[in-house]
Nanobody, 114 residues
């Protein structure tokens, strides 16, 4: 499974961004996808995940602001990020989980600054 993430950028507090993560290769074996992030000097943390059945899990820090969705036909996962805060600044990594492995995409940088 190969993952290609994009959509990061620089925004002001309160603005929105949408990240996308396109899966290729053995994407049929994926049973869930998600996003983690790593801020400078901090450990990587789970942000959101979504299963094949569209069940979602969110970190408490992003609940009500971030929404994860999947387009199965395009093998693509999206992370809609609204009401962004400076503390959301991080490198965001998408991942895909199969029954045996976890695959990671390259990070995309999100910077929230006034």
């Amino acid at each position: 499974v190969q993952l290609q993430a994009c959509g990061g950028g620089v925004v002001q507090p309160g603005e929105s961004l949408r990240l996308s993560c396109a899966a290729s290769g053995s994407s049929f074996s994926i049973n869930s996808m998600g996003w983690s992030r790593q801020a400078p000097g901090k450990q990587r943390e789970l942000v959101a995940s979504i299963t094949n059945g569209s069940n979602t899990i969110y970190a408490d820090s992003v609940k009500g602001r971030f929404t994860s969705s999947r387009d199965s036909a395009k093998n693509t996962e999206y992370l809609q990020m609204n009401s962004l805060k400076p503390e959301d600044t991080a490198v965001y990594y998408c991942y895909a989980r199969t029954y045996g492995s976890v695959y990671w995409g390259h990070g995309t940088v999100v910077t929230v600054s006034s």
